[in-house]
């Protein structure tokens, strides 16, 4: 199939579909003419890749991945490194987690400094509504 009649059978944009080729995520054969030509294998390593990624991982950890994984649920099968590697993952998450805790409590301590009140969040004014 073509890389049109990928991103149909997906949902995923061919411009995402070639990075994918292009970071080793997915292989293409080319035809005489130079299209790209998929395998009807092709629609479900495109729906793993997508639920891999929704899930938070790296590219690096989806090309790591891609290979254990069963479908796009995505359940895995063992496969070497592969809890090593999601808890590389999880502490990774952890920390951004953490990160994304302090930046909260500085912006909410600016607003407390900033003479909003104690409800900071309820301070805000509602635009007028026209009538």
């Not at 073509?2 to 990075?19: K, P, Q």
């Not at 912006?107 to 509504?129: K, Q, T």
Request: charged letters at 25%; hydrophobic letters at 35%; proline letters at 5%.
């Amino acid at each position: 199939m073509l890389i049109g009649e990928l991103s149909e059978y997906t949902g995923v944009s061919t411009r995402l579909i070639r990075y994918y080729e292009q970071q080793g995520l997915l292989e293409a054969t080319r035809t005489d003419n130079g299209y790209r030509h998929y395998r009807d294998a092709d629609i479900d390593t495109v729906l793993r890749i997508r639920a891999l990624l929704g899930a938070g991982l790296t590219l690096k950890t989806v090309h790591e991945l891609l290979p254990c994984t069963l479908d796009a649920t995505p359940r895995v099968t063992p496969c070497p490194n592969l809890v090593n590697t999601l808890m590389g993952e999880v502490q990774r998450l952890d920390a951004t987690l953490a990160q994304v805790g302090r930046s909260k409590k500085v912006i909410l301590d600016m607003l407390s400094r900033s003479g909003a009140g104690s409800d900071p969040l309820g301070a805000v004014e509602e635009p007028a509504r026209s009538a």
